[in-house]
């Protein structure tokens, strides 16, 4: 009796992790680049730190010490120190600051690009693993270095290719809420952030339910109670003003903080707070940031445990869907402002900071769901189809000729007959195949099919038969003539179905 095989693991790939072929990586890498180099010109340099970092380095994101593991990936080193998966790319360069400190430039501009990981619950557009591309400056407290950031995160988005009337970036100060609570007598800290959770739910919810959990609390349709805020009811009316200001796109920023002003109840912090939107404001006006683009909406609390003063956050207003035309809303897709105490948790000392992050993976998922992916397809070589093994010396000096002129070029390397390869050449997306049959090979020629323009053509027919008697795009020249017959069709803009 043998013993039975072990049992066949099946082949699926973890929740929140994407497999990703050309298409998906080409419109991170293109997104990327794009904001890479709005990043440079505007004199950020680039950053790279480890895709580890020590657990106690990632602060709030770890509330069991002898497990952190909530919220991040982490594992236990051969040290027994705990290591996670980096959260964000704006811890790193927390501690990256603290240790370098001394041999810095002052204030330090940094961008940063790459994966981070997030061990919570994925859904439409969330990942588990995703790239962000972060821009921080580190050692100004001038609220001009707040407006800098956001006018980049503007190019950003338009280097992305979105227009002001695609994408605004909604701008708030933390500091508005400080200031309304500490007026109004609220200083339990548990109080303070159901609050301005409830408040996070306005778009969602409305006046209503906000009320209801600025109160005692609410019940959802699905039943469930949200215990409320229990707020003094000046300190929910002065709320109610501020959401009324944000609720009117079409004031600019200068009155969004006049009629915030006018709500009153705001103590000296939050007075602090209008007088540092207004100096952003006037900065973004001499950067020739309009309002279409930036807007001041109070709503904005981001970041509830993290930002200290001004909060930014860049909304998708495309009209996107899934895979199955539903309308699907993806909202924030990048995001920032000003962390004064993050540094200070290694160095003991307050280092004001203040940065924009894009989502890359979820900006791409948008795009493609807004049906902007066209310019993503991922275009593939050209390939050189092969007939027999007593002529691939012909077949491999044709694929050298043409790698050795810059054009991506790959040998077919299986055992299929013609028609499969061709069918191959499609699915790879290649623009071009190569074909030297014997015929070909005699008379010194090479038949080119230009694969663009017969998928184009192909797109509108409605003869096949007179499709199949014209031989769309194919093309009979010399041998001699292989490199620039291809390099012309390579080049070419052909409109492809």
């Not at 006006?285 to 930036?294: C, E, L």
């Not at 900071?353 to 992916?373: E, H, K, N």
């Not at 020249?477 to 291809?486: C, G, K, P, S, Y």
């Amino acid at each position: 009796m043998t013993d039975a095989a072990p049992p066949r693991p099946e082949a699926r790939n973890p929740r929140g992790f994407a497999d990703r072929r050309g298409r998906d990586l080409v419109a991170e890498r293109r997104l990327v680049q794009r904001v890479s180099e709005v990043y440079e010109r505007w004199g950020f340099e680039p950053l790279e730190t480890g895709a580890f970092e020590y657990a106690d380095a990632l602060g709030k994101f770890l509330p069991d010490a002898d497990r952190p593991n909530e919220g991040v990936f982490a594992l236990q080193d051969d040290d027994e120190q705990w290591m996670a998966l980096r959260y964000d790319l704006t811890a790193p360069l927390a501690r990256f600051a603290a240790q370098s400190w001394e041999t810095l430039p002052k204030p330090f501009r940094r961008y940063a690009f790459g994966p981070v990981w997030r061990n919570e619950k994925p859904g439409p557009g969330r990942f588990r693993e995703f790239v962000q591309c972060d821009a921080d400056t580190v050692g100004s407290d001038r609220p001009e270095a707040d407006a800098e950031i956001i006018a980049m995160a503007c190019e950003g988005l338009q280097a992305a290719g979105l227009s002001s009337d695609q994408a605004v970036i909604r701008v708030s100060n933390r500091k508005l809420f400080d200031g309304l609570f500490e007026a109004g007598g609220v200083t339990d800290p548990i109080q303070k952030l159901t609050a301005l959770r409830a408040i996070d739910k306005f778009d969602r919810l409305g006046w209503e339910g906000v009320s209801a959990l600025l109160g005692e609390g609410r019940l959802d349709e699905s039943g469930d109670y949200t215990k409320g805020a229990n707020v003094p009811l000046g300190v929910a009316a002065t709320i109610e003003a501020f959401l009324a200001s944000a609720g009117d796109g079409a004031l600019s920023r200068a009155e969004t903080l006049e009629r915030v002003a006018r709500a009153g109840g705001l103590g000296a912090t939050g007075e602090a707070a209008l007088e540092e939107l207004a100096a952003i404001d006037r900065a973004l006006t001499a950067m020739k940031v309009g309002s279409s683009a930036v807007k001041f909406d109070p709503t904005i609390v981001r970041g509830l445990e993290y930002y200290t003063g001004a909060v930014f956050e860049a909304e998708l207003l495309l009209e996107t869907t899934d895979d199955k035309g539903r309308a699907v809303r993806f909202g924030s897709i990048g995001g920032g402002g000003r962390y004064d105490d993050l540094v200070a948790r290694f160095t003991g000392e307050r280092l004001p900071a203040t940065g924009f992050s894009f989502g890359v993976s979820r900006l791409a998922s948008a795009l493609r769901a807004a049906g902007r992916g066209g310019e993503d397809a991922a275009r593939g070589p050209v390939v050189v189809i092969v007939f027999s093994d007593a002529d691939m010396q012909v077949y491999l000096d044709a694929v050298s000729e043409l790698r050795a002129a810059g054009i991506a070029a790959e040998l077919y390397l299986g055992r299929a007959g013609m028609k499969a390869q061709m069918k191959y050449a499609d699915r790879r997306g290649a623009p071009a195949a190569v074909i030297l049959g014997g015929d070909e090979i005699a008379a010194g020629q090479v038949t080119i099919k230009d694969l663009d323009a017969g998928r184009a053509l192909a797109a509108g027919v409605t003869d096949n038969e007179a499709w199949k008697a014209e031989r769309p795009g194919q093309l009979l020249v010399a041998r001699d003539e292989l490199v620039r017959t291809v390099r012309g069709i390579v080049g070419a803009a052909h409109t492809v179905a």
